[in-house]
């Protein structure tokens, strides 16, 4: 159709009344253009396109509230107002309307954009008609139902009932056969349809005669062709859907202890079954082969705490593969008593992480040491195999130099060294992130600690990590602009226990709260109109995506959920992680559970699933959901005295 487009022709003109001096510009309509092409301003109004959005200009940013009931589309033939979105564009200057659904052809339409209609310094438009006539020529879908269907903001359609229907109405009578038209599944391919007259060969119902998968992305499409039966042109016709979710869960339906167990129990496995056999660490990834990593492993230690204690393992098991992963950690790199990021699982040898990141990784190893320091509480020294893994830990942990990475004494912590590269990486380790745990671990280290003033200059900024602001109704103590990824929530907190934890700076409790509940709550509203967001279906972190990998936040959303993001914020909104593991396990459990857990992270809206597990976003969902559940963690971490004096050097209260 769009070949045979004539110009949208219009002969405008403006006029204004305005006192001598003024104080803002003048509000007035400069043009028209339709799809990509700008109207040149000839009478009459006819031979316009049914399928193209509509663009005002105008001199100035417009007021937005006053838009929608300044504008007004009306079908002259039948009476009948025609209904359309709008959004803006050019800051505000630029209205692009687009009716809802095609319009009629050989149709007269009036646009009315009424006085009312004001700039952003209260200016008033005047006020237009424009009167104009659809192109007639070709037959083309006019309107369509898509049984049980949304519209999501334009972007697509979501919700289609899996007993498919698709109603299409038409311009002009047309002979409709299935041979000319299309119902693919992105996955599968092309499916089988019906098609079946309604009436007058302008209503015709496609339909699937097997029930349609769950959700899932179909396009339907109507080839453009000149259809032999009649010799009529008939415009193509594509749409892309989304199916509802299944009524019937995945899997049989659990009390909720009976699969909080199991979520724990079948995501321990990833640390217990998987781990690298002769280093006992965690493997970076389930593709990572002898690849194994400092602060994932810090996280699978304190999983074994959590399979003893539920009986996934007996405590002789637990402790046997502590001790083996204690001996490999001795014998392993370490640049000042700090390991690296990632180390050779059979050699202990480091294996960059990039070209300048060959040595000490300061937050890795923090990771790393809250998860022995929470351990060697849990161990029974009244044990003599026990005391003994006590005693490495203890003697591990006195060996980090953390004042070293202050890098000559400044009042800060830097983030990486190396024998041959120094300081290059030049990274300060500063707040707010998901390092608040080596600040406290530096300044309770009983051999290498740093000053309080390190915490205070180098993380705290002396009080510019604060916040403050609200979004979307919930006011955020500390960080950056809505928080950023969810698992600043969650890596100091797996031990470090935020319920009563209070600096002069925030209250840890409040502030991971209020992150979590943001980044829910950005879900939900999901200003971009992703597939698959919403109440049920939230949280946003760092994983893998379809182009790689990224830390995801409301500030970079790339439609990526991922399940660690929500389900380790549990002790924090316990009813809506609890809704959300119940969407991820019942209703995409047949895509998203594996032999190891959740898979990493999807996206419905590409119909991406990830094949990989990763250890940094396994791990917090074992964790969590246990400190949840009893504060396990919690409880022994801050037994530690070291901890509690580090703490108190520092000015938290945690009583």
Request: include cysteine; aromatic fraction near 12%.
């Amino acid at each position: 159709m769009r070949s045979r487009i004539l110009l949208f022709l219009s002969s405008l003109i403006f006029w204004s009344c305005q006192p001598e001096e003024t104080a803002f510009p003048v509000l007035e309509l400069t043009n028209i253009t339709i799809g990509e092409m700008e109207i040149q301003g000839i009478e009459p109004l006819t031979g316009i396109p049914v399928d193209q959005a509509i663009h005002l200009h105008f001199t100035i940013p417009l007021a937005l509230k006053s838009v929608p009931e300044n504008l007004e589309l009306t079908d002259m033939d039948s009476g009948k107002e025609v209904p359309f979105n709008t959004n803006f564009l050019d800051g505000s200057q630029t209205i692009r309307l687009l009716p809802v659904g095609l319009l009629k052809a050989g149709t007269t339409y009036k646009l009315e954009i009424h006085p009312g209609l004001t700039g952003v310094n209260g200016q008033v438009y005047a006020g237009k008609e424009l009167v104009f006539t659809t192109l007639f020529g070709a037959v083309s879908v006019q309107s369509f139902v898509l049984q049980g269907a949304d519209h999501l903001g334009g972007r697509n359609w979501v919700g289609a009932a899996l007993d498919f229907q698709l109603d299409l109405h038409f311009s002009g009578k047309v002979v409709l056969k299935e041979e000319y038209i299309q119902l693919e599944e992105k996955e599968e391919g092309q499916l089988p349809v019906q098609v079946i007259h309604v009436k007058d060969s302008l209503h015709y119902q496609i339909r699937s005669p097997e029930p349609l998968k769950d959700l899932r992305q179909f396009t339907f499409s109507l080839s453009e062709d000149q259809h032999p039966d009649t010799g009529i042109d008939v415009e193509g016709f594509e749409l892309t859907f989304y199916t509802e979710p299944a009524a019937e869960p995945k899997f049989p339906v659990l009390d909720e202890n009976a699969l909080l167990d199991k979520v724990q129990s079948q995501t321990f496995r990833y640390f217990w079954d998987f781990a690298h056999p002769v280093s006992g660490m965690a493997r970076e990834r389930s593709s990572s082969g002898d690849l194994v990593t400092t602060g994932g492993s810090g996280f699978g230690i304190m999983a074994l705490m959590v399979g003893m204690e539920r009986g996934f393992i007996s405590r002789e098991q637990g402790v046997s593969r502590l001790s083996k992963i204690l001996d490999f950690l001795q014998g392993a790199d370490r640049f000042h008593g700090v390991w690296p990021h990632w180390m050779n699982g059979n050699t202990g040898k480091t294996i960059p992480f990039s070209t300048l990141d060959n040595g000490g990784d300061l937050v890795e190893t923090a990771l790393l040491m809250q998860g022995l320091l929470t351990i060697s509480s849990y161990l029974d020294g009244s044990r003599i195999e026990e005391k003994l893994l006590q005693d490495q830990i203890t003697q591990l942990w006195e060996e980090v130099e953390w004042d070293w990475y202050t890098r000559g004494g400044q009042n800060r912590l830097f983030w990486h060294w190396s024998p041959d590269q120094e300081w290059a990486m030049d990274l300060p380790v500063s707040g707010y992130n998901e390092a608040l745990i080596v600040y406290i671990l530096a300044a309770a280290s009983p051999t290498h600690p740093i000053e309080a003033e390190v915490y205070h200059e180098g993380w705290a900024r002396n009080g510019t990590i604060q916040n403050g602001q609200s979004y979307n109704g919930f006011i955020l103590p500390l960080g950056q602009e809505r928080g950023g990824p969810l698992f600043f929530a969650h890596y100091s907190f797996l031990g470090l226990d935020p319920r009563n934890l209070v600096d002069r700076y925030a209250g840890y409790w409040e502030q991971n709260r209020m992150h979590s509940l943001i980044n829910r709550a950005h879900c939900i509203q999901n200003p971009q109109s992703y597939v698959g967001y919403g109440a049920e279906s939230w949280g946003l972190t760092a994983s893998d995506n379809p182009e790689g990998y990224a830390a995801h936040s409301p500030t970079r959303d790339l439609g990526v959920i991922t399940p660690t993001a929500a389900l380790s914020s549990m002790p924090y909104t316990p009813r809506e992680s609890m809704e959300a593991l119940k969407y991820f396990y019942y209703r995409l459990g047949d895509r998203l559970w594996g032999e190891m857990g959740f898979l990493d992270a999807f996206d419905l809206t590409k119909q991406w699933f990830a094949t990989d597990y990763l250890a940094i976003d396994q791990g917090p969902i074992v964790l969590m959901i246990e400190n949840y559940r009893t504060g396990l963690l919690w409880n022994h971490f801050m037994q530690n005295k070291d901890i509690q004096s580090g703490l108190e050097k520092l000015d938290f209260t945690y009583e």
